[in-house]
């Protein structure tokens, strides 16, 4: 990059992480700030950074104590509120963009736009706006900057849901999947001890590995199903609630076109198990197998249950998988015998799918129906 103020100031340029200033090394960026090159040696700098990336206080080690370097305060869209700067140049502020302040403009870079904190917009539009048709080609995170945050500029999504684990949710899910490739593992190399068993060996072991064939089938379907979600255009909001009547549940939010899992933290089949099962639903919607129970003549203002009789019995098929346990498939029936017994009237509304996000909190009403 080239500053320009009528004539060439200084040559910016970067290589990775690492930022040359007229060709000589500046400094180096680090996931935990920037090590500042200067003189002939290296100063570490720490950036303490808030649950949106912002850059709030930036500090060096100094005899093993903190010397402050610099401090920052926000607005919500990212206008300066307060700064102090004692002895840094970091320019590394809002969401942990890169200010732009030659020209005066003081704008962020994204990558994909370049993003005005005095608007709270964009100054081009979104190159993804099909995604966010409902909302303005301008806006910034869905106006909740306080909450969302846009990365590249073209995606919003919750900090942290893409990198790095960083909450119990995408926690909860990253486990869930484990469990889904050790179970298969464990189920392929019993399928493969039984092959290599005698004609008594294999009379013996039938029930084990019967069980194998199920465990592996049934943990295949679920990790390209989750892919399957995971690529996709549909956001599946997960968030762990404390407390609760009931293990899990999954609804459709009618205002944001949000997928919403909640789960118990406390559900007596445990979280992971739960979470299966729930995310077995999301599918289910995404698949058009879940269907509405409509409870007056309008279904989207009237609405019902969310769920189907044997979209029950394929979910509790996952919590059994991740437990252990055999639920009795009639007696799931019996329980959800007034629930509707196929999908399809979902494509009533007309749906717009939306980016995905595996994990974060719920920032929206309850508008939605469970299932």
């Not at 040559?11 to 996931?31: A, C, H, K, P, Q």
């Not at 069980?211 to 990790?223: F, I, M, R, V, Y």
């Not at 059994?320 to 639920?327: A, K, M, R, V």
């Amino acid at each position: 990059m080239t500053l320009y103020n009528g004539t060439i100031i200084t040559d910016i340029d970067y290589v990775g992480n690492i930022v040359y200033d007229d060709e000589n090394l500046d400094f180096i960026l680090t996931s935990e700030g920037r090590i500042k090159y200067q003189g002939g040696s290296y100063t570490y700098e720490y950036f303490l950074k808030d649950h949106l990336g912002n850059t709030r206080v930036a500090f060096k080690d100094t005899n093993n104590s903190p010397l402050i370097l610099q401090e920052y305060e926000y607005f919500p869209f990212g206008m300066v509120a307060r700064d102090y700067n004692y002895s840094s140049n970091n320019k590394y502020l809002y969401n942990g963009k890169e200010l732009q302040d030659d020209l005066g403009l003081d704008w962020y870079d994204y990558g994909a736009r370049m993003y005005d904190p005095a608007l709270g917009r964009w100054h081009v539009q979104d190159p993804r706006a099909e995604k966010y048709d409902s909302w303005s080609l301008y806006n910034y995170a869905l106006n909740n900057p306080v909450l969302l945050i846009d990365p590249m500029g073209d995606t919003v999504t919750f900090n942290g849901s893409k990198a790095g684990v960083n909450n119990a949710e995408e926690q909860a899910y990253n486990q869930y999947k484990t469990d889904l490739t050790n179970i298969q593992t464990t189920s392929q190399t019993e399928i493969n001890n039984f092959k290599g068993k005698g004609f008594f060996g294999k009379v013996f072991s039938l029930g084990k590995y019967a069980t194998a064939k199920a465990n592996l089938s049934e943990s295949t379907a679920a990790l390209g199903e989750l892919g399957t979600m995971e690529s996709d255009a549909q956001v599946f909001n997960i968030q762990l609630q404390t407390g609760g009547r009931v293990n899990g549940t999954t609804g459709f939010d009618l205002n944001t076109n949000i997928v919403e899992i909640d789960i118990n933290s406390k559900s007596a089949s445990g979280v992971t198990a739960t979470l299966g099962h729930e995310l077995k639903h999301g599918y289910q919607f995404l698949s058009g197998d879940i269907d509405f129970k409509a409870t007056g003549s309008n279904f989207i203002a009237r609405p019902g249950q969310l769920y189907g009789t044997e979209d029950e019995v394929a979910a509790f098929k996952r919590t059994d998988l991740i437990t252990g346990g055999s639920t009795n498939s009639e007696a799931i029936r019996a329980a959800y015998s007034g629930a509707t017994k196929g999908g399809g009237s979902l494509k009533q509304l007309g749906l717009k799918k939306y980016h995905k996000s595996t994990s974060g909190i719920r920032i929206y009403n309850k508008n939605y129906r469970d299932y």
